[in-house]
């Protein structure tokens, strides 16, 4: 007999991009129950993890202690103090020492203090100047985060994510597919900022020059640059003397750091795909892993050494304007995240998205999503400490797919894109996390909530003061009808630029690489913004991106921001859905330096239009 998918969360339907009702495979429903429950007949695991809310008291079942994050004792009888310290706490009775972990927390991100405020969307490797090596850098970010609030008056920077790629070649190009959530890439790092450069010279020297070389190239080439940037930093790491602050550094991120240059290195020895390595070393857990790493012991300790550096100069380029950070979905399957939690993750799944109007195929995105009743026999933890992580030196977070709190579109191994179902998550719970790591972060979230969102998600997320994403392109209404709580733009990095659609190049580039695209909406959003702006169908690219932002100026919303790709009226979009090698994706670089961008009118042009007083005024 055909167990109870909804017991499970495992949808049988759902309602489509339409509005219509679209049935979801029983077979597909029969796999994915059969995933989460191990074929068992018992039902979900209780959850070990009680949240609680300022005012909100909590009934505990006998006596029990409560031990404070801080390390502090509490005895309780009956019920939680009503005033817990926010933080995470362990509940143990004391008739059969049965553990809850207790998450005190406010419930609700914070606001952004400087709000309005407006903002570049930039995709950092593609932010190339004349000190780059191939591709954007840290110190490219902390240029333009100096130039766009000291000169422009902008309140925010949001980049790309830069999460941690795989090590070795060939290079994942995809932000959205990384090794790890918690860690990031060094392909970002500035060579010539780290301690000890200037002693190498002349022998940096060359590695600089073939590195900026790539900076004429027409692609960025992240194999190049990681060739480059390893001898570097390499050579850079033999002569390095040590430093109590990376000390410090290593205790404080403790195991989670260790774990994962312990797979760097692993991954470098073996090659890819943990499934394949020797089974000793399948489980981080394994005696053969502790034992591999204490043999290489410094080649774990050089990856420790990348990650304080990475941090190190994200700090400083974070210093002035706050940036806000993008937050993967998901991992790749074949990474640190998905090693060591590999007991938390439903490995034979992979996310992605039903079809909607811009992709009608649907999206298989190759990423294996947490189970939730895994992750909440886990207590969470492997969610906590990636949105801990992401916070770091951010003054915001955007959620990448941020329906994926309720629920997330699996679709098993073997079957298509549009055969896939939805689970449900344990949505309340994970946004608490959420609010207390905002909280703790001092930093606000952003919610991208684009696509098939069910109605109840948008007012739940209001709710918990995260901010909707609104953009030009999917609103029907004029941006004035904006809500407040909200970052407004006009496109996004898996959309048409400005130019691209007003153009018809992003349609002939669709057409090109045997893509089917929806050419009625793209033509409508065409039709909807001449007739809005009040323009020729052969007026300038540029003026159409003018027009189009000062449009989107007039949104209350808390927070705009253009991408850089339409200030300078580029018609690549930087990533197209759906495809692989058809299109250069993630490697296309901004048509100018950075130097030259900030001298071109265009940007300034730009901000003149999306600056606003403390009234939401334009003060173009």
């Given amino acids: 007999m055909r167990r109870d998918a909804a017991r499970w969360g495992v949808e049988e339907g759902y309602e489509d991009a339409r509005g219509g009702w679209r049935a979801s495979p029983p077979a597909t429903v029969e796999t994915i129950v059969d995933a989460m429950s191990g074929g068992s007949e018992v039902g ?11 005012g909100h008291p909590a009934a505990v079942d006998g006596p029990a202690r409560l031990t404070l994050e801080d390390g502090a004792e509490i005895a309780v009888d009956g019920g939680l103090p009503p005033d817990l310290p926010f933080g995470y706490h362990t509940l143990a009775r004391l008739d059969d020492g049965a553990e809850t972990t207790v998450v005190a927390g406010p419930g609700r991100a914070c606001l952004p203090g400087n709000a309005p405020a407006w903002g570049w969307a930039v995709q950092l490797y593609a932010l190339r100047s004349s000190r780059s090596w191939g591709m954007g850098d840290l110190g490219d970010l902390a240029e333009l985060g100096r130039w766009s609030a000291g000169d422009l008056g902008a309140g925010l920077l949001l980049v790309n994510p830069l999460h941690a790629a795989l090590p070795g070649l060939p290079q994942t190009a995809s932000p959205y597919f990384p090794s790890s959530r918690r860690f990031r890439n060094p392909l970002y790092l500035r060579v010539e900022d780290v301690p000890g450069a200037g002693d190498l010279e002349p022998g940096l020297d060359d590695l600089a020059a073939a590195g900026r070389a790539l900076n004429r190239e027409p692609r960025i080439d992240r194999d190049a640059v990681f060739r480059l940037k390893m001898d570097a930093l390499g050579r850079l790491w033999q002569g390095f003397p040590g430093d109590p602050d990376f000390d410090r550094y290593c205790r404080e991120d403790g195991a989670a750091l260790e774990g994962f240059a312990t797979f760097s290195v692993l991954a470098t020895t073996h090659g890819r795909g943990w499934r394949n390595w020797p089974e000793g070393h399948r489980h981080p857990d394994r005696s053969e892993v502790a034992a591999f790493k204490a043999e290489h012991a410094d080649d774990v300790r050089f990856h420790q050494w990348l990650q304080w550096l990475v941090d190190g100069q994200l700090r400083a380029a974070s210093e002035a304007v706050p940036v806000v950070h993008d937050l993967a979905v998901g991992v790749d399957p074949d990474g640190v995240d998905a090693w060591l939690w590999q007991d938390s993750f439903a490995l034979g799944m992979k996310v992605g998205a039903p079809p909607d109007e811009f992709n009608t195929q649907g999206q298989d995105w190759g990423l294996p999503p947490f189970d939730p009743w895994k992750l909440r026999s886990a207590a969470y933890l492997p969610f906590v400490q990636t949105i801990r992580a992401a916070l770091r030196h951010a003054g915001g977070l955007r959620l990448d797919h941020v329906m994926g709190l309720f629920r997330l579109f699996w679709i098993p191994e073997g079957v298509s894109a549009a055969e896939g179902a939805y689970v449900r998550y344990p949505a309340a719970d994970l946004l608490d996390i959420v609010a207390l790591e905002s909280h703790r972060a001092g930093a606000y979230v952003v919610g991208e909530d684009l696509g098939t969102v069910e109605r109840e998600v948008r007012a739940e997320l209001a709710v918990r003061n995260v901010l909707s994403y609104r953009l030009v392109w999917f609103e029907d ?54 007739e809005t702006l009040g323009l020729a169908p052969d007026a300038p690219p540029d003026d159409v991106v003018a027009g189009t932002c000062g449009l989107l100026a007039s949104a209350p919303s808390m927070l705009l921001t253009s991408s850089l790709d339409d200030a300078l ?48 005024e334009s003060s173009g």
């Avoid at 209780?46 to 300022?54: K, Q, T």
């Avoid at 993630?586 to 009118?601: G, Q, T």
């Fill in 477 to 530: 209404g004029p941006p004035a009808g904006y809500p407040v709580q909200a970052l407004a733009a006009v496109t996004t990095h898996d959309l048409p630029t400005v130019a691209g659609l007003w153009t018809g190049s992003d349609l002939e580039d669709q057409r090109r690489i045997g893509l089917e695209p929806n050419e009625e909406s793209t033509e409508g959003i065409r039709r909807r913004l001449a």
């Fill in 44 to 54: 979900p695991p209780e959850s070990p993890v009680l949240f609680v809310h300022p």
């Fill in 569 to 616: 009226a580029v018609t690549e979009r930087p990533n197209m859905p759906g495809t692989t090698d058809q299109w250069p994706n993630w490697s296309i670089p901004l048509p100018l330096p950075l130097e030259e961008i900030e001298a071109d009118p265009r940007p300034r042009r730009i901000a003149d239009l999306l600056r606003r007083s403390p009234g939401g």
